[in-house]
């Protein structure tokens, strides 16, 4: 079975600074892509961060010039460095994989992570 382990969440000051690892393991043969979603109370889950195997990361607005993703392929880790946090960055945050396994091409979710940025 493949599975997304995530680390990294707590409670941070805005200004402060967290980092996020998403572990994935398993049967895996390739992953495509690795990302970072985010869900607020009464909001949708978004889109904060991707990256494409051999591409140009991706990022959301609001996260630009703040965030950074990255990726470590020899241990199938993605991490999500994240500066200058601020309030409304709280949220749950998920970690997503596309990827090949013996099961197929498929997308994993991580368990999610809980970050608070507040005073």
């Known amino acids: 079975q493949v599975q997304l382990v995530e680390s990294g969440g707590g409670l941070v000051q805005p200004g402060g600074s967290l980092r996020l690892s998403c572990a994935a393991s398993?049967?895996?043969?390739?992953?495509?892509?690795m990302g970072w979603y985010r869900q607020a109370p009464g909001k949708q889950r978004d889109l904060v961060a991707q990256?494409?195997?051999?591409?140009?990361?991706d990022y959301a607005d609001s996260v630009k010039g703040r965030f950074t993703i990255s990726r470590d392929y020899a241990k199938n880790t993605v991490y999500l460095q994240m500066n200058s946090l601020k309030p409304e960055d709280t949220a749950v945050y998920y970690c997503?994989?596309?990827?090949?396994?013996?099961?197929?091409?498929?997308?994993?979710w991580g368990q999610g992570t809980q970050v608070t940025v507040s005073s």
């Open positions: 997503n994989a596309y990827l090949q396994s013996t099961y197929g091409n498929q997308h994993y």
């Open positions: 398993g049967s895996i043969f390739s992953i495509y892509s």
């Open positions: 990256t494409t195997t051999g591409g140009s990361p």
